[in-house]
């Protein structure tokens, strides 16, 4: 590289998307186990605004160390630009010229560095880029991507949730199993019923009646309109409530099941032990954790037609803010994604 600098998104403070800079920084170099990765794209997930905000509602014991300045983002597609010492041999090895995709470094480190031209990547957070899309569907992959598979389809890792004592396991999905998903347009919901139609699931999903052409487009067998009817009040007997968004509300959702349902908030809510066991019904929750092997299977699903990744919106990496500000305003149909290489 003829270059020893990049531009880079940093934050030197917390608070509104305002506080997005557009800086010159030093080019990383990968260190053992990594490759320096050329980004093309980058996808935006919650925890970017998180970050941004400097966390305020999260517990200090539960708080990842980040100190600043800090260059937020941990989801990227792109081409492996250099190779740190001790990446491994093999036929699986990544050389220089490989486009590759990955969820950096989540959850050791709150954020991956990947709102860049530049970021280092461990090799085994990483998997080969679909070849049937561009980069900036790719980007829009990895972090929702992977917490759809590892709600309902394989956990992967043996690391205990922070949020509960209870060990996450995906339930058995097939042609038996109906799913109900709420949030089911938004970056992990879209994904996600996608990941249980190509089980044989029946699935529910639960949008803005804005949504609904792009969501049946998708396989959704039946379709509620929040904004028209409360799912709750419509919905009995499904096998398996995934709620994207969570919190709070996420109880009401217990009506809908039938008893030895599960209920999977992806942000956890107020529930009560003995009112879950009282009904019979399962409510776990896990944190999501880079894995390459999981993403080069969704990669290969992208790449067979079985899962597509939408796009709400893309926007260049010196207009972050922009980005933050269209994550903030919700509805958002797929990923928002930047673009760094056109």
Known sequence: MATTTMKAIRLHEFGAPEVLRYDDVPIPAPGPGEVLVRVHAVGLNPPDWYAREGMPDVPP???????????PGTDVSGVVAALGPDIGAGPDRFSVGDEVIGLLRFPTALQGSAYAEYVTAPVADLARKPATVDHAHAAGLPMSGLTAWQYLIELGHDHPSPFQEARHRPIALDSETTVLVNGAAGGVGHLALQLAKWQGARVIAVASGTHEAFLRELGADEFIDYTKQRAE????????VLDTVGGPGS?????????????????FGDFDDAENAELGITVTL????SSGAQLAELARLVDAGAVRVALDSTFPLADARAAHERAARGHIQGKVVLTVVS
């Open 61 to 71: 014991e539960l708080k990842p160390p980040f100190d600043l300045p800090l260059i």
């Open 286 to 289: 896990t944190q999501v954790r």
């Open 251 to 267: 109880r009401r959702f217990l009506r809908t099941l039938k008893r030895g349902g599960s209920l999977f908030p992806v942000y």
């Open 233 to 240: 009040d419509v919905v009995r007997d499904v096998d398996l």
